[in-house]
Nanobody
């Protein structure tokens, strides 16, 4: 299994921006489709960005136009640029393969609040 370590979360005001990073443990990550997921308190984990091996992306309507996923295969790293953040974006954010492996990292907490 590929292990991922997420970072970059924090407290941000509504309308603000954050960039999350996720480093994979193995270069084999390059052959996987990956995704950014989030889990808000009391809710199920949901996919918020789908990133193909070549870097094409897809997003649910809830974040489309505000979130941008990307990957740097040379650095074994995946990114999530988030802008125009809303309080409902508050969640723990994870990266994983898509579909996801059973193993999940610790994630990084994003809190959107004034």
């Amino acid at each position: 299994q590929v292990q991922f370590v997420e970072s970059g979360g924090g407290l941000v005001q509504p309308g603000g921006a954050l960039r999350l990073s996720c480093v994979a443990s193995d270069s084999i990550f390059r052959i996987y489709v990956v995704g950014w997921y989030r889990q808000a308190p009391g809710k199920q984990r949901e996919l918020v960005a789908h990133i193909t091996i070549g870097g094409s992306t897809n997003y649910p309507d809830s974040v489309k136009g505000r979130f941008t996923g990307s990957r740097d295969n040379a650095k074994n790293t995946v990114y999530l640029q988030m802008s125009s953040l809303k309080p409902e974006d508050t969640a723990v954010y994870y990266c994983n393969t898509d579909p996801p492996q059973n193993y999940w990292g610790k994630g990084t907490l994003v809190t959107v609040s004034s």
